[in-house]
Structures are given as structure tokens and as C-alpha cells.
């Protein structure tokens, strides 16, 4: 490997024959640059699609009420069912083990006003698990706490834009704002990825806006985040087992599909993971094929250039060269073409996608990129290959009787 003399004669053949030696780098550069684009590309495609999943809680389970559509138990169709705080705690509880955050939310628009600025904004009440069931970011101040609720509190965090819209200069945090006439005092600012509609939402206790509404325990709608450890199959039956719960809880036949209502991420997520299997599956069966493409590039190459030097083999031979050093020769030579000719194609590769970046957006391609793994999995894909492909012709024709050699045209 660090005989000096082979190293002169590699590089005396490869500038001997610039075309052969540009020929079969080629092969390699071009397989490897169009599986790395391949794949970063289609990484792209499954940050475009994670990240739509990522304005709330990927693992979200959001139950709601409505008007029933069916008679059932002696009661009428066109009944409004509502949830209370015994149904989310009984919710919560129905199996405890897989719920990671849970939230109840009663929703109401209300007037707020700051100085001479006013707006009606949704009003959420809610409890502390609403942060991470949201996916919300605080920019100042604090989220709510166990107190707040216990207490009834009148605090209040408002969203990014609630903050421009009303308040405008200076730190919120502190500030009191009027909401609905009862004053409530600012702690915290929160950022969140739904956008500008999300950012103008304000949230409070929902015990102290249950208690701004006459002493109500109503419940709008309720969140349960299970464990990110369930399957979407067991995350999926999970909800359908919330449903059935609450459905006979609340009186509403089986059938009717307005009484109660359970908005489950789960099946949205396991639709886009056979999507993104079946994606990822194109991707690599493309990838693949490619590699492939240039294994046998490399291979047809190698042959010819084996058979172009049958003669040279033959004088090697004849001056008393062993077919050990004769294949080594022959081996080394293609490795170091498929090596440097590897780390071409990987850097083109990763040059392209560094220019592409986030310019594909539009077509839902976001920040498209190869792990340090594929990369290296790909590379050493190839340059064993060109260590066959150089080895296998080598070989034969080291067993070539030196006369037969010299006399092959």
C-alpha cells in the first residue's frame, strides 16, 4: 500500500490516460452527486410535512361536543351536549397511564382594553399542560402555574400580537388589562407557530373564567397529548375508546358521529407515515438504482482497462513480476480513482443542496439535506465496488501465461 514505486506508476498511468482515468471518476462522481441529491430531496419532503405537524402537539387527541343527530335512550335528537370539569376529569382518567398533557378549554370572545386601545380577542381558559399542548414559545414572563388555578387568579398571557396590538411599546409583563371589565394582570408572552391567529389569543385560568361565567363549570373542548411511546394504531384506538367512553356518558348513541366529536392526530400522522414510507421507499429504490448504475460503470470500465493493459500484464509477467503485485497494482489504482472521484461527487452533492435550501419551499421541500450516515454508507458503497471491479479483471489476467498476453492485440 506505501510501496513508493507503485505510487509512481499508479499516478504515471493515470496521467498517461487522462480520458480512461476522467471516464471512470465520472461514473462515480455522477452516482454518488445524484444520490445525495436524491435523498436530501427527499429529506426535504419529510421536513415540509413534520413540520406541518408541528403547530400543536404531534401526539394531540382535541374531544368536542355538539347538537345529537340521533334519538337515543329516551332522549331527543337535536340535543346540545356539553362537557364539564367532571367529564375532562373523567377523561383524563379513563386510562391514566397513556396520557402525557391534558388541558380543558373553555373559549369565550371577549372585549380587552389597554389604555386607549381595545380589541375582542379569544378568550382561553385553560390550565399550565396548555404550553406544551400548544407548542408555545415564551418570549417574557412565565405560563400559568397549579396556583393560578387553585386561586382563581387574574392573570393573564397574552399572545405576540395581542402585545403589538394593545400595548404596543415597552414590557408587558406587569401591565393590568381589562377584559370584559375585570381587570387582569399580565405575566407572561407567548410566540406560537399556528401564526398571527394563534398569537392573538389570550389565555387565563379556566377557573376564573369559569367563575366569570356566573360560576359555570362548562367545558369546551378538551386536549388530551398521550405518550409519545404509543403506535398511531394504539394511539388510534385510544381516542376511539375516549369517544365510546364519553358517548355513553353523555347519553349519545353510537351512531351518531355530532354529539361527540374526537379530532385524533393520530390517524393524520400514521396517513403521512405510509406516505413518507412509500416516499422514503421511491427515494431509496432511486438511490439504489443509482449506486448500482455506477457499480456497474465502474465495473465495465474496469474491464476494458484491464483488457487495454493485457499486453503491458504480459511484459510485467515476462520480467518476472508475481500476479500478486500485478493485481495490487491494477486494485490500487481504481480504489484511488474512486476515492477521489467519490469525494468529488459527495461535495458537488452537498453544494447543490446548500444552494437549493429553502428556495424549493414552495413545493414542499424544506431544508433538503443527507446524514453524515448515508453519506458514508453510499462512499464505502462505492469504493468497494471499485475495489471488486479492479480485482476481478486484475485477477484473470495475472493468470494470463505471459506469451498469450504479449501476443493479444
Sequence with gaps: MFDLDRWQEIFSSIRSNVLRTVLSGFTVALGLFIFIVLFGIGKGLQNAFTEGFARDAQNLISIFTGKTTIAYNGLQSDRTVTMNNEDYDFLVNTDKEKVGYASPRYTANLLVKYGKESGNYQINGANMEEKYI??????????????????????????????????????????????????????????????????????????????????????????????????????????????????????????????????????????????????????????????????????????????????????????????????????????VITVVSGFVGVGLGIVTLKLIGNNLEEFFIKNPSVGSGEIIMAFFALVFAGFIAGFVPAYRASKIKPIEALRTE
Excluded at 407515515?273 to 421511491?282: E, Q, S, Y
Design 134 to 335: 400548544e407548542n408555545r414559545k415564551m418570549l417574557q414572563g412565565r405560563y400559568l402555574s397549579p396556583i393560578d388555578l387553585e386561586r382563581k387568579q387574574h392573570v393573564a398571557i397574552i399572545g405576540r400580537m395581542v402585545q403589538r396590538d394593545l400595548i404596543k411599546n415597552g414590557n408587558p409583563v406587569g401591565k393590568d388589562l381589562d377584559i370584559n371589565g375585570t381587570m387582569f394582570k399580565v405575566v407572561g408572552v407567548f410566540s406560537d407557530d399556528g401564526g398571527d391567529w394563534d398569537e392573538r389569543h389570550i389565555t387565563i385560568p379556566i377557573t376564573t373564567l369559569q367563575q366569570m361565567k356566573k360560576g359555570s363549570d362548562t367545558v369546551s373542548t378538551v386536549y388530551i397529548a398521550y405518550d409519545d411511546k404509543l403506535t398511531p394504531d394504539q394511539a388510534i384506538k385510544y381516542g376511539d375508546q375516549l369517544k365510546e367512553k364519553l358517548k355513553s356518558r353523555k347519553n349519545v348513541s353510537p351512531d351518531d358521529e355530532n354529539g361527540v366529536r374526537v379530532w385524533n392526530n393520530a390517524q393524520n400522522m400514521s396517513d403521512t407515515f405510509v406516505f413518507m414510507a412509500v416516499l422514503t421507499g421511491i427515494v431509496g429504490f432511486i438511490g439504489l438504482g443509482t449506486l448500482i448504475a455506477g457499480i456497474i460503470g465502474i465495473s465495465n470500465i474496469m474491464v476494458y482497462i484491464v483488457k487495454e493493459r493485457t499486453k503491458e500484464i504480459g511484459v510485467r509477467k515476462a520480467i518476472g513480476a508475481k500476479p500478486r503485485s500485478i493485481v495490487a497494482l491494477i486494485v490500487q489504482e481504481s480504489v
